[in-house]
């Protein structure tokens, strides 16, 4: 089966741009999540898609973050504008059920 | 808030020897606990997991052990080896977090020859 897709793999921003990032998860997983990784810290989740609808985004700056999945698969997060300290791996998982999940490759966010 | 804290940035351990990851949490409201393995430049793959109603999991050479009344999991890898040397990361979950995963700040594993 093929992985959690995510695009780019790396970018490099200067603070108050604008960035997106895009993720396919695998196919049928109905649960999508995007988690932001600092360096040195562990994955910290920033929304959870139920399908097309939020379960979870109480931990998304929502002044400057926003996500939508539409029809219920890809999905897209976005920052804008981009602060130094949102440098970080940001993360995309896809899960079935109550299992593991499956994470992609993530895309490393830098903010200069 | 960290609710799960892996006290220990890093772990070196000679090949064939057991390497022992520890994971502490303070919420009692966890019910499902994973481990994560994590390579450079890599998502965090799935390792081994346990649920609360039990305190070991067993798969291959990857044993897990849960303390409730400590609040306190721990992997055991036994015998290491080189292939292992990797970040692994501790994640918990409540019945009504809807899977969402509270992370550890994760363990760098080095097993050297």
């Known amino acids: 089966e093929a992985g959690v897709a995510q695009s780019p793999r790396y970018k490099i921003i200067e603070k108050r741009q604008s960035v997106a990032f895009w993720c396919n998860p695998i196919?049928?997983?109905?649960?999508l999540y995007w988690y932001q990784q600092i360096l040195g810290q562990g994955p910290k989740l920033l929304i959870q898609?139920?399908?097309?609808?939020?379960?979870?985004d109480s931990q998304l700056p929502k002044d400057r973050f926003s996500a939508e999945r539409l029809k219920g698969v890809d999905s897209t997060l976005k920052i804008q504008p981009a602060k130094l300290e949102d440098s970080a791996v940001y993360l995309c998982?896809?899960?079935?059920?109550?299992?593991?999940?499956?994470f992609g490759s993530g895309t490393r966010l830098t903010v200069v | 808030d960290q609710q799960v804290k892996q006290n220990s940035p890093s772990l070196s351990v000679q090949e064939g020897r057991i390497s022992i990851l520890n994971c502490d949490y303070t919420?009692?409201?966890?019910?499902?606990f994973l481990w994560y393995k994590k390579y450079p430049a890599e998502g965090p793959t799935f390792l081994i997991s346990?649920?609360?109603?039990?305190d070991k999991n067993e798969d291959g050479r990857f044993t897990v052990f849960l303390n409730k009344s400590a609040k306190h999991l721990s992997l055991h890898i036994v015998p290491s080896q080189p292939g292992d040397s990797a970040v692994y990361f501790c994640?918990?979950?409540?019945?009504?977090?809807?899977?969402?995963?509270?992370f550890g700040k994760g363990t760098s594993l080095l097993v050297t020859p």
């Open positions: 998982a896809s899960s079935l059920d109550r299992g593991g999940y499956t």
């Open positions: 196919s049928g997983h109905a649960t």
């Open positions: 898609f139920q399908n097309n609808g939020v379960v979870d």
């Open positions: 919420n009692s409201m966890f019910d499902y």
């Open positions: 346990i649920s609360s109603i039990k």
């Open positions: 994640a918990a979950r409540t019945l009504n977090s809807g899977y969402a995963l509270n």
